[in-house]
């Protein structure tokens, strides 16, 4: 079964810097699609990060130079490392995987499978 699980929420200071996680089990997160998104209360899913098949990442422009996304060795796991974080990243983080055909910019509905999200908090 595919299953993907999220960690590394948390409450942290405007400044700081978390690191999240998203362990993958059933495929290789190289074999797809793997893309962070975030949504606040009331609003839709907004794409935080993508990283292509061929290990290219696209970043939103409220977060480039601020976020990285990557992945382990073993294809098992990757990570969005979040620094100068501001109040308005908060939302809960959702990682996602699609094994569909590729886009730069993916959609919500270009995902196939979703974690259950990981809340991120950025106080004053």
């Known amino acids: 079964d595919v299953q993907l699980v999220e960690s590394g929420g948390g409450l942290v200071q405007a400044g700081g810097s978390l690191s999240l996680s998203c362990e993958a089990s059933?495929?290789?997160?190289?074999?797809?699609?793997m893309s962070w998104y975030r949504q606040v209360p009331g609003k839709k899913h907004e794409l935080v990060s993508s990283?292509?098949?061929?290990?290219?990442?696209y970043y939103a422009d409220s977060v480039k130079g601020r976020f990285t996304l990557s992945e382990d060795t073993a294809k098992t796991t990757v990570y969005l490392q979040m620094n100068n974080l501001e109040p308005e990243d908060t939302a809960t983080y959702y990682c996602?995987?699609?094994?569909?055909?590729?886009?730069?910019?993916?959609?919500?509905?270009?995902?196939?499978?979703w974690g259950k999200g990981t809340l991120v908090t950025i106080s004053i």
């Open positions: 996602a995987a699609g094994f569909g055909a590729w886009t730069r910019v993916p959609p919500p509905t270009a995902m196939d499978y």
């Open positions: 059933g495929f290789s997160v190289s074999s797809c699609c």
């Open positions: 990283l292509s098949r061929d290990g290219s990442a």
